[in-house]
């Protein structure tokens, strides 16, 4: 990897975004109100980035080769406490949220996780709550999740083909611990658990039949994921994307599909099911069919930025008035609803239109998927 390629990662990672949020004295707008983006979108998913840092280096996601053993993780003063991130996610509900993603990183890493779930399923106990992972500590967390108020889990799991899925994870981590895990999950409690495979053309585009033959009709519903030109680092390009129509139809061919309506307003994976079986398979298609319309997303970074868009390259900075004492309570959501309110981001739908551009775009790392 390149010496200015790291730079910008860099750059993207640890910059102090200038902070432009006017900070009211007070705030007038009721509490549950519709507060709706440029594109009448509303802000309904909050992903939150417990950690920046993560024990496997996909190249999709933490390259080896920019995050190797010199690289700079966030210290521990900068990271957001677990009761910030709560009065984030309370400022967010009072904009209509109805979903929280616990994101990394890899956020089993981050010590006493399952306190977190249990401070934000009490303190928004109508909001559900959803914890992405690659599984690798997940046989020993699971009953813990559980017990705090866990909903639902997403695992990424790229391949079942061992020598595949340890050259992705680029650690040499076996995919029988993942599988192991996910068994755990399920003995914990866990239903409705979604397993997500990122599908690279000539890395892992042969074990897309083998996927989804495991998991038809184990209760657990596989999403194929086309793999995105998220931050700087992944070596993307539009030669290595698998389109989820060809996904769809070589697993139509051998196991018919049925199409199914989303479950909500803004769901992001087009859902099939399986014909005369109650057993699903997904599929997201950021790259060929944009649905930047319909997103309702935002994203913390671990740091304490706000995110509008997973290709962004700059967050709005909330520390100055998370760790203020001085600053109004609802300072917060004043905050949160100005940002929400200005948002006009659309990347995937523009994106043939930037083939030449390499803007700075934030790491997928550091503020989840």
């Known amino acids: 990897m390149s010496t200015l390629i790291k730079a910008k990662l860099s750059d993207i990672a640890v910059v102090k975004y200038p902070n432009t949020l006017a900070i009211p004295s007070s705030d007038t707008t009721p509490s549950g109100a519709a507060i709706l983006d440029v ?70 890493l981050r010590r006493g996780i399952e306190r977190l779930v249990a401070l934000l399923k009490a303190a928004l106990p109508d909001v559900t709550l959803t914890l992405t992972t690659n599984g690798s500590a997940l046989k020993a967390k699971a009953h813990a999740l559980k017990a705090a108020g866990l909903d639902r889990l997403t695992i990424s799991l790229d391949s079942l083909n061992d020598a595949t899925f340890r050259t992705m994870n680029d650690v040499d981590f076996p995919v029988a611990d993942v599988l192991h895990g996910i ?87 087009q859902r099939w099911q399986y014909a005369n079986t109650d057993s699903e398979v997904g599929v997201i298609s950021s790259v060929t069919q944009a649905f930047c319309q319909s997103c309702t997303r935002a994203r913390i970074s671990t740091d304490g930025k706000l995110y509008t868009c997973l290709f962004a390259g700059a967050g709005y900075d909330l520390m100055p008035i998370i760790r203020n004492p001085t600053i109004p309570e609802d300072a917060l959501f004043s905050a949160l609803s100005s940002i ?30």
């Open 340 to 369: 929400w309110n200005q948002r006009n981001d659309n990347y995937s739908e523009t994106r043939h239109l930037n083939t030449t551009a390499k803007s700075p775009r934030v790491e997928m790392s550091f503020i989840g998927g």
């Open 183 to 269: 068994d755990a999950a399920a003995a914990a409690g866990f239903t409705n658990t979604k397993i997500n495979m990122v599908v690279k053309r000539g890395v892992n585009d042969n074990d897309v039949l083998p996927m989804a033959r495991h998991f038809k009709g184990s209760g657990h519903t596989v999403r194929f994921i086309e793999f995105m030109d998220v931050g700087a680092t992944n070596g993307w390009n539009m030669d290595s994307v698998v389109p989820s129509a060809e996904i769809i139809a070589a697993i139509h061919a051998e196991m018919p599909l049925v199409s199914l309506q989303p479950n909500y307003q803004g769901e992001v994976a």
């Open 39 to 108: 594109r009448g979108r509303p802000l309904r998913d909050l992903r939150i980035s417990v950690t920046d840092r993560c024990n496997f280096r996909c190249s999709y996601c933490m390259p080896k080769s920019v995050f190797d053993n010199n690289y700079k993780f966030l210290p521990q003063d900068q990271i957001l406490r677990f009761e910030e991130m709560v009065s984030i996610a309370q400022a967010a509900h009072r904009m209509g949220l109805e979903k929280i993603r616990l994101t990394g990183g890899e956020p089993l």
